[in-house]
């Protein structure tokens, strides 16, 4: 028997007015996915536990049965994990975005609002050019000295920096893509003194990547520029549970996000990259299912994460976000089920939205997602197409961590 995880990321979601009251699950065409939930069991699950923000950390580590209670400190170091950065006592790690901010130099700092949480969503080197010349520069370089601080670049958006020696107990970051279009000033950090040290090289950074060259090619192309830095989610050194250990299986993740890479290394998960994936709507679906159909020929499970939908969520592209999970359906869930069907080989399915993100505000939201759990050598036909409200008639799992013990029948 092989096992399969299948994470659309921000997929479900809320009745949207302009889907005439539907949700995208249930107005994007996915006729693989519903046939999978039609003859499978059809679920709901609560993956972020109560009391916890709601995010893809703590929900995908519940997910992969590491309870947030015991496990969670933060969601930058399973990312710092995920580059191999070891975290010593005494260290904090932040992810370090690029961002876009209001696009006006006359306008003071706090006064300008979160644009985007991607600048335009960088990609390749351009992001690491941004924080490369940051923390290179003598104005910029005098700052991040003083505070211990280092940059770890990425080849996107996404970036990892390792502050010695802070105490950031009680210390509160807004993540910025639940934050689009509000003021700088109403979530900048704050709760301890490691807030001000932070907010002070937000404000650096914005005052000298705002006319960097880079960035006036990308106003001349009509793009979004990457003016400023965003810290957040910040936590300490992370330890999880084996995956092995809890569920005697061998396995691998495949991703395009530095969150899913860390998580799988913190677990004893291999970590497969595939080249052209980028965590965006146009990724390397195929290279997806080919690099998960290989990893199952030498091991137990395999986990496919596809970033597409949240992504698309967070920029407001209500039309992206069907895209992307039809294409979730016809390019991953499709073709994986097609090729382990011509093998013969018999295979357990799980498929959900590891959270909510809501096309209403742009926001991830914590309450139950819809799952699947299909079995290809037996039928618990559920009857019913794979959507939010269809989910809350079947059998509902109050923890994320509830679901890898259903995907390998130990309950």
Sequence with gaps: MKYILVIGDGMADNPVPELDGKTPLEAAVKPHIDRLAACGVLGSVLTVPEGFPPGSDTAIMSIFGCDPHSCYSGRAPLEAAAQGIALEPGDAAYRCNN????????IPFAHKSIISHS????????????????????????????????????????HIAVQKQADIRRLALAPPHDHIGERVAANLPRGC???ETLTGLMAKANALLQDHPFNRARRQAGKLPGNAIWFWAGGTEARLPSFTGQYGKTGA?????????????????DVITVDGVTGELDTNYEGKVEAALEALGTRDFVAVHLEGPDECTHCGDLKGKLRAIAWLDSRVVGPLCEALKAKGEPFRMLILSDHKTLTSNRQHDGSPVPYILYDSTGISPAG?????????????????TDLMPALFGLT
């Design 99 to 106: 961002v876009t901010l209001t696009d006006d130099a006359s």
């Design 119 to 158: 600048a335009g969503g960088l990609s390749g080197t351009q992001g690491a050019e941004l924080v490369d010349y940051l923390f290179a520069h003598p104005a910029f370089k005098a700052l991040s000295d003083r505070a211990g601080m280092r940059v770890y670049p990425t080849e996107s958006y996404r």
């Design 193 to 195: 003194a490691a807030a």
């Design 253 to 269: 993740v495949i991703s395009a996000v530095p969150l899913c890479h860390g998580i799988a290394r913190l677990t004893g998960l």
């Design 384 to 400: 019913l197409p794979y959507s939010e409200k269809n989910g809350l008639k079947g059998p509902f799992l109050p923890a994320g």
